[in-house]
């Protein structure tokens, strides 16, 4: 679902940078998993934790939330890289709409009008659509990339506090949701994430074990994100009720 290597493919080597990527996005998920537990931690009042205004936690969810939005810029690319093949990118949107529309039903559910509107699979799922049309323009997606990153970090209007258009960003506030990935500054990060995949150059990795261990929680992302909370938070909801 991806590459960090340029426009042309080598021979031998596409099998490495398929490994390296999933490797990348395997450990970009055990982030998530940890900064997630420690939430869960102090949701179920077990540990003092404020991800809301802690710099730390703020720093750690857009390191990882940066991880994962780069890679998908570098999958859009790998994706496309012989054609695109529709039947497999419709069904991988399928799952992503149906995964993030129940992300919205659960945390309505679970946290009321905190719930997730438009959160990293509903971004992830309208940046995959956009980004087709910058997969194999490197140079303009840097340069746009960068235009996108400040604009949607400096630039802030009334306009875009409204319900129907506070998805793109540039808000004056940041609302209250226990997800929110607007359009901007967010899809500047994947339109780097092309650039890079058509610019830079992966070395073989070889027959390494720890990045093969690594690739597989990467090769299974969206069943990871999608279990790994009810998981979690199911083990803590006995932990404290036989505590």
Known sequence: MGTLGNAVIRPGSEQSRFLVVDAWRGFAILLMVVYHF????????????NFYQNPFWLHSR????????????ISLVLATQRGIN???????????VASAA???VSTWWMF??????????????????????FAHH????????????VTGNLV???WFDQPGWNWIGMMTYKPATEDYVPLLPWFGVVLLGISAAGMLTVPMPGNNGW???????????????????????????????LG
């Open 156 to 158: 802030q209007s009334s």
């Open 112 to 133: 009321g009008d905190r719930l997730v509107v438009f959160g990293v699979l509903h971004f992830i799922a309208v940046a995959s659509v956009v980004g087709l049309s």
């Open 211 to 241: 990045l093969r261990l690594l690739a597989l929680p990467g090769r299974h992302s969206l069943l990871i994100y999608m279990l790994h909370q009810p998981v979690l938070m199911g083990l803590l909801y006995v932990w404290v009720k």
């Open 62 to 73: 857009t390191f990882i939330l940066g991880q994962f939005l780069l890679l998908v810029g």
């Open 102 to 104: 129940f992300v919205s």
């Open 38 to 49: 420690c939430f869960d931690l102090g949701y179920f009042g077990l540990a003092e934790f």
């Open 86 to 96: 529709v039947g497999r990118f419709l069904r991988r949107l399928g799952w992503l």
């Open 138 to 149: 490197y140079r303009l997606s840097l340069m746009l990339g960068i235009v996108l990153i």
